[in-house]
C-alpha cells in the first residue's frame, strides 16, 4: 500500500522541539505480516505532492523528495537527503537526479547524513546528456558524507554489492565494481574503474588508483596510496602500498580453517619470500606451488595464485611489490 504526501510547511516552534533522535524513534515498529506503520516526515522536510511514499517511511529534516520519486515501504532517509529525477527506493528501486539513465537502490540500505548517492561522474570522458547507470544491492550502509557516482558511459555501469559499510567521506568514482560485505573506513577513495572484490576491508585515509583490483579477504593499511592490484589474503601497507604478508586476523576473523591458513602461509613464502630469490625467478617459483602436491589441492591456495595471475596479465597493473625487510 502506498500513499500520497504533500509537503507541509513548518512553523519555528516545531524545529525547537524537535531532536533529531527523536525523528528516529518516532516510527512504529513492524512486527507482524499484516500491521502496517505509519510514515514519518519531518516538518522541514519538501516532499512534492506528486511523490509516492509508502508505509513506514522516515524522511529526515531538511530533505527534498522530487516530483517522480517513489519510496519503497520501510525506507529511511537521513537528513538532508535529496532525491530527485526518476526515482523510486525499495526492492529494484530508482534513486537519482535529472540525469539520463538511473540509480538502483535495494532493499534496507541506510543513506547518511549528506551522503550523495547517483550523481554525474567526475570522468572529462563524460559526454553530456549520455546515459549513465549505478547499482546498488542490499542492506548497505552509506556513511555521512561519502559519494557514490554513476557511471562514465551508457555501455558501463557503476556497481555495488549487497552488505558492504562504506564509513564517512569515502568516495567510489565511476565505474567501480564492489563486491559484498567488505568495510570501507572514513576516507576510502577509489578512482574509476576499480575493482573491490568480497570480504575486504580498508583502514582510514586510503586511496586505490584506477583500474586496480582489491582481492578478497585483504586488508589495506591506514593511509596507503594503492597502485598496483592487491591478491587475495594479502595485507598492504605504505604510502605506496607493499604486500606485508597475509590478512592473517582477517582470515581468523572469517572462519577459515588453521590447515588452510597454514597452507596459504607457505604458499606465500615460497612465491614472495624464497630462501634464495636467485635460483627461481617469479614465474617458476609460481609454478612451483602449482604444481606442489599438498598445496595444489588446497582451495584457498590455487585461488591466491590464479589472483596473483590474473593481475599479472596483459593491460593489468600488476601486484604490488614485497616489504624488503631491512636485517637491522
Given at each position: 500500500m502506498s500513499l500520497f504526501v504533500k509537503f507541509r510547511k513548518s512553523s519555528?516552534?516545531?524545529?525547537?522541539?524537535?531532536?533529531?533522535?527523536?525523528?528516529?524513534?518516532?516510527?512504529?515498529?513492524?512486527?507482524?505480516?499484516?500491521?502496517?506503520?505509519?510514515?514519518?516526515?519531518?516538518?522541514?522536510?519538501?516532499?512534492?505532492?506528486?511523490?509516492?511514499?509508502?508505509?513506514g517511511v522516515s524522511i529526515g529534516p531538511f530533505c527534498t523528495i522530487g516530483s517522480s520519486a517513489?519510496?519503497?515501504?520501510?525506507?529511511?532517509?537521513?537528513?538532508?537527503?535529496?532525491?530527485?529525477?526518476?526515482?523510486e527506493l525499495g526492492s529494484g528501486a530508482v534513486v537519482g537526479d535529472d540525469l539520463?539513465?538511473?540509480?538502483?537502490?535495494?532493499?534496507?540500505?541506510?543513506?547518511?547524513?549528506?551522503?550523495?548517492?547517483g550523481v554525474k561522474c567526475q570522468d572529462m570522458k563524460y559526454k553530456p546528456g549520455e546515459e549513465c547507470f549505478l547499482d546498488v544491492g542490499n542492506n548497505n550502509e552509506i556513511r555521512e558524507h561519502a559519494s557514490i557516482h554513476r557511471s562514465s558511459k551508457s555501455s558501463d555501469r557503476t556497481v555495488i554489492g549487497d552488505n558492504n559499510l562504506?564509513?564517512?567521506?569515502?568516495?567510489?568514482?565511476?565505474?567501480?565494481?564492489?563486491?559484498?560485505?567488505?568495510?570501507?573506513?572514513?576516507?576510502?577513495?577509489?578512482?574509476?574503474?576499480?575493482?573491490?572484490?568480497d570480504y575486504t576491508h580498508t583502514a582510514g585515509a586510503i586511496a586505490v588508483h584506477q583500474f586496480?583490483?582489491?582481492?578478497?579477504?585483504?586488508?589495506v593499511g591506514g593511509g596507503s596510496v594503492v597502485s598496483e592490484d592487491v591478491p587475495k589474503y594479502t595485507m598492504v601497507a605504505g604510502e605506496r602500498a607493499e604486500l606485508r604478508g597475509l590478512n592473517l586476523e582477517g582470515?581468523?576473523?572469517?572462519?577459515?580453517?588453521?590447515?588452510?591458513?597454514?597452507?596459504?602461509?607457505?604458499?606465500?613464502?615460497?612465491?614472495?619470500?624464497?630462501?634464495?630469490?636467485?635460483?627461481m625467478g617469479f614465474e617458476e617459483r609460481l609454478a612451483e606451488v602449482e604444481q606442489?602436491?599438498?598445496?595444489?589441492?588446497?582451495?584457498?591456495?590455487?585461488?591466491?595464485?590464479?589472483?596473483?595471475?590474473?593481475?599479472?596479465?596483459?593491460?593489468?597493473?600488476?601486484?604490488c611489490r614485497v616489504r624488503q625487510w631491512s636485517n637491522l
Open positions: 519555528p516552534s516545531s524545529l525547537s522541539i524537535f531532536s533529531f533522535q527523536s525523528f528516529f524513534t518516532t516510527l512504529p515498529h513492524f512486527s507482524g505480516e499484516k500491521k502496517e506503520t505509519s510514515s514519518f516526515i519531518h516538518p522541514t522536510a519538501v516532499v512534492h505532492p506528486n511523490a509516492i511514499i509508502g508505509q517513489r519510496l519503497g515501504n520501510g525506507c529511511q532517509l537521513y537528513p538532508a537527503s535529496h532525491i530527485f529525477g526518476n526515482t539520463p539513465g538511473q540509480t538502483v537502490l535495494g532493499c534496507n540500505n541506510i543513506i547518511g547524513h549528506h551522503a550523495v548517492v562504506i564509513m564517512g567521506s569515502c568516495h567510489i568514482a565511476h565505474d567501480c565494481k564492489i563486491g559484498n560485505n567488505n568495510i570501507f573506513a572514513n576516507k576510502t577513495l577509489l578512482a574509476g574503474h576499480v575493482v573491490v572484490e586496480c583490483r582489491v582481492g578478497s579477504f585483504s586488508f582470515l581468523r576473523r572469517r572462519g577459515f580453517m588453521v590447515s588452510e591458513i597454514k597452507s596459504l602461509r607457505m604458499a606465500y613464502r615460497k612465491i614472495f619470500m624464497p630462501v634464495d630469490a636467485n635460483n606442489d602436491e599438498e598445496l595444489s589441492n588446497v582451495p584457498a591456495v590455487c585461488s591466491m595464485v590464479q589472483s596473483i595471475r590474473d593481475s599479472l596479465a596483459e593491460n593489468r597493473r600488476g601486484i
